[in-house]
């Protein structure tokens, strides 16, 4: 099956910095890419997706990137902000497979 | 609209006992999802209901676990008889789509603890 690995499992930037988070997968068939915010207490939602046949996808200050050939996606935040303070999951989705498997998660701090 | 709703939010149990965890998923959606996280390590996938009928079930632990969805709206888990290592977080997520793969919307999860 699929094996999704996440670095670092945790991040401390100074506010304003970027933030670089990283994920590799093992199985050529995965074609979605999820990423999921967790903050305190809340339930994860989804910040920003990719699919396989495109290469990179920005929404303001967030931005995945996808290497299909060295299986690795990584997530971008620029300008950050405390607020972005929060657990990250990467994800891969195989195709025709309806289920999400996960890295281990980001601890991300923001430091004002 | 309102979100996917777990219940309960937390619960606490001793070795042995029985726990039936739930999960409302947003109305219309088909497509409904076990996953559990155990402390700081990945969300794992449990289950995936497509209606009331289960589509893939590969990541039930051991039978111990039962999953139902009767009526093809809310969920059951239930863990019986609970051990210590079943200790996580449940989270259930439901989704519109019937084929192809998109956004998973999740509930806030349920904290289980077994004593």
């Known amino acids: 099956g699929e094996n999704v690995e996440q670095h670092p499992s945790t991040l401390s930037v100074q506010e304003g910095d970027s933030a670089v988070i990283k994920c590799t997968y093992s199985?050529?068939?995965?074609?979605?890419f999820p990423w999921y915010k967790q903050e305190l207490g809340k339930r994860p939602q989804l910040i920003i997706d990719?699919?396989?046949?495109?290469g990179e996808k920005k929404d303001q200050r967030i931005a995945v990137t996808l290497n299909k050939t060295a299986k690795h996606f990584s997530l971008h935040i620029t300008e950050t902000q405390p607020e972005d303070s929060a657990v990250y999951f990467c994800?891969?989705?195989?195709?025709?497979?309806?289920?999400?498997?996960f890295g281990s998660g980001t601890k991300l701090n923001v430091k004002p | 609209e309102a979100g996917v709703t777990q219940f309960p939010s937390h619960s606490v149990i001793e070795k042995g006992q029985t726990v039936t965890l739930r999960c409302d998923p947003i109305s219309g959606h088909d497509n409904l999802y076990w996953y559990r996280r155990v402390m700081g390590k990945e969300i794992k996938f449990l289950l995936h209901?497509?209606?009331?009928?289960?589509?893939?079930e590969s990541g039930m632990p051991n039978n111990r676990f039962l999953a139902e969805r009767t009526g093809g709206t809310y969920s059951t888990l239930k863990v019986q008889p609970a051990e210590l290592e079943d200790s996580g977080v449940y989270f259930c997520?439901?989704?519109?789509?019937?084929?192809?793969?998109?956004?998973?919307?999740f509930g806030p999860g349920t904290r289980l603890t077994v004593t």
């Open positions: 199985d050529s068939a995965s074609n979605y």
């Open positions: 994800a891969a989705s195989p195709h025709n497979f309806n289920k999400f498997y």
């Open positions: 990719i699919r396989s046949n495109v």
């Open positions: 997520a439901s989704s519109p789509r019937l084929a192809g793969v998109g956004e998973q919307y």
């Open positions: 209901f497509v209606k009331e009928s289960k589509q893939d």
